[in-house]
């Protein structure tokens, strides 16, 4: 098996941080790009937070809304955490632009107020084992509809999280700005199995 890559759209957010994360994680390569390239030869493309309106004005401006939507379509596994999550919503509540609209979600945007409102709590996602993770919200979205084949992964109360439609996933929370790296584990072994394919 080659060794799996994956690309951080290098454009604005959180980028180092999960570089960082990933560079922690064994037999991956990792790196932050703006390039149709590398984007194009990357095995798992992950979407950092930010602001959406600026990542997916310059996605547009940059010409690389077609490589991303392709990737995802092919099945790359790709995630976006907070804005990135809203990059890859088909439908936005509170928005009246779409940017990559890939996956049957809906998402309201800064749903628990403004920056003050930005918390860390901890809750258990399943899919990580019995400790609870560390949930980082920024300014962070809800996503208020799941539909079509994309699955709940975790909820914060009664609030969705996290959800997966097939090689797409969106995180509301920041998993790169915690010391906890099972999140960014779990999706490096979804990008090694798709790679090995
Ligand atoms: N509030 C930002 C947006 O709507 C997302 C915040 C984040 O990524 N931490 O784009």
Request: glycine content about 8%.
């Amino acid at each position: 098996m080659r060794t799996p890559r994956i690309a951080i759209l290098g454009i604005q957010g959180g980028i180092e941080e999960h570089l960082a994360m990933l560079q922690r994680i064994p037999d991956i390569v990792s790196y932050a790009t703006y390039k149709t390239s590398e984007l194009a030869s990357a095995d798992g493309i992950i979407l950092p937070g930010g602001e959406s309106t600026a990542i997916g004005k310059l996605i547009e401006d940059f010409a690389l809304k077609d490589v991303i939507k392709q990737k995802a379509q092919a099945g790359t596994p790709i995630w976006g955490t907070c804005a990135g999550a809203i990059l890859l919503a088909k439908s936005i509540e509170n928005d009246t632009r779409r940017h990559l609209a890939v996956m049957d979600i809906t998402i309201k945007r800064n749903a628990y107020g403004t920056q003050i409102n930005s918390f860390v709590t901890y809750t258990v996602l399943p899919f990580l084992g019995n400790e609870a993770f560390p949930i980082v919200c920024i300014r962070a979205p809800i996503i208020t509809a799941v539909e079509g084949t994309a699955r709940i992964l975790a909820h914060l109360n009664s609030d969705i999280i996290a959800v997966q439609q097939g090689n797409l996933i969106a995180t509301t929370f920041h998993p790169e700005l915690t010391e906890d790296s099972r999140f960014h584990l779990w999706f490096a072994n979804l990008v090694k199995k798709q790679t090995s394919h």
